[in-house]
């Protein structure tokens, strides 16, 4: 049986959930199937105000394409000289981008266990990434209440709502 969890319009999520980081860039990609109908969100905030907010969907794609989507919308819509956190709720973006990029990028864009999947996605964020020296790339848990994850988790889901 698949996992049944509700999906919150943004308004119900700020009606809702009142937890976690009031600053900040937080980001989400969502997809269901997975591969299938996916969607990306992010929203920038600061002292619980939102500064911008974006979403956007694909009618054919893969949850971890709509994650590193997410973040690379986020990083283009801010200054290079911004100074603010960036969460993500996918282990596995940030790892790419904090851990692993870099040593891929030296081998010529290579891993030793194979290729890399969705490169040109990691490699536009990478270098989104760098631009931004001041931005600090963290992990946030899913779907622990905290009001601005839960918010780009409902602007990633959007599409699933009709």
Known sequence: MANYREI?????VLERHFGGPKTG??????????????????????????????????????????????????????PEDADVEIYSDSQLCVNTVTQWAAGWEKRGWKRKSGPIKNLELVQELYALANRHPSCKLEWIKAHDGSRWNEYVDALASAYMLG
């Open 25 to 78: 860039v937080f980001t989400d990609g969502s997809c269901d199937p997975n591969p299938g109908r996916g969607g990306w969100g992010f929203v920038w905030v600061r002292d619980d105000e939102i500064v911008q907010a974006s979403k956007g969907f694909e009618p054919q794609t893969t949850n971890n394409r709509m994650e590193l989507q997410a973040l690379i919308e986020a990083y283009k819509v801010l």
């Open 8 to 12: 919150l319009t943004p308004e119900e």
